[in-house]
Antibody, heavy 122, light 110 residues
Framework: EVQLVESGGGLVQPGGSLRLSCAAS????????MHWVRQAPGKGLVWVSR????????SYADSVKGRFTISRDNAKNTLYLQMSSLRAEDTAVYYC???????????????WGQGTMVTVSS | QSVLTQPPSASGTPGQRVTISCSGG????????VNWYQQLPGTAPKLLIY???ERPSGVPDRFSGSKSGTSASLAISGLQSEDEADYYC???????????FGGGTKLTVL
């Protein structure tokens, strides 16, 4: 089955760290750019970070730059998000998403995981 | 405050046609294609429209998208109760060097 499954969420204190994982199956993981998108409770979607297919190119939203690190292990078909210096405003459901190239410089997130909840609170 | 502006809510009765707008600028919608996502209550988002007006396999042709200049819109015809969901537009922003989403529109089927 073609799917993405996130794990690693939980309750963490402000200033703490957490690593999220996203296990991919059913497709050639190493061929796709991958992303993290988050959604605070009752709020909209916010893009967090992306990594290219080989893992050598990354970019981040300004709100997490310097605190979060995206990475991937293509041998394990797994995407990661290492989060540090966590703040209350990082509380959200974190989704991993696959980016599909439709041609003519057109990309879209065509596959999403079910999400994992991260709560930052003392 | 989202980079892309959507109305927070929209509504319609079964069978009606509704449209949801998405307004941006020259660095995002004006330069790149727009995608639309549907998020049913308690579920992950699902790709509804890509490349401004293309539907992924399995998406009913009741859903259509368009783009003009720095704005885009999603139209839903023959509204059904199962269309009640949150809808988000999204595109790449050349200035921010990242993906941006609209704030989302909650569609209510009356």
């Amino acid at each position: 089955e073609v799917q993405l499954v996130e794990s690693g969420g939980g309750l963490v204190q402000p200033g703490g760290s957490l690593r999220l994982s996203c296990a991919a199956s059913g497709f050639t993981f190493s061929s796709y750019w991958m992303h993290w998108v988050r959604q605070a409770p009752g709020k909209g979607l916010v893009w967090v970070s992306r990594v290219n297919s080989a893992g050598g190119t990354t970019s981040y939203a300004d709100s997490v730059k310097g605190r979060f690190t995206i990475s991937r292990d293509n041998a394990k078909n797994t995407l990661y998000l290492q989060m540090s210096s966590l703040r209350a405003e990082d509380t959200a459901v974190y989704y991993c998403a696959r980016s599909y190239y439709y041609g003519s410089e057109s990309y879209a997130f065509d596959m999403w995981g079910q999400g994992t909840m991260v709560t930052v609170s003392s | 405050q989202s980079v892309l502006t959507q109305p927070p809510s929209a509504s319609g009765t079964p069978g009606q046609r509704v449209t949801i707008s998405c307004s941006g600028g020259s660095s995002n919608i004006g330069s790149n294609t727009v995608n639309w996502y549907q998020q049913l209550p308690g579920t992950a988002p699902k790709l509804l429209i890509y490349s401004n007006n293309e539907r992924p396999s399995g998406v009913p042709d009741r859903f259509s998208g368009s783009k003009s200049g720095t704005s885009a819109s999603l139209a839903i015809s023959g509204l059904q109760s199962e269309d009640e969901a949150d809808y988000y537009c999204a595109t790449w922003d050349n200035s921010l060097n990242g993906w941006v989403f609209g704030g989302g529109t909650k569609l209510t089927v009356l």
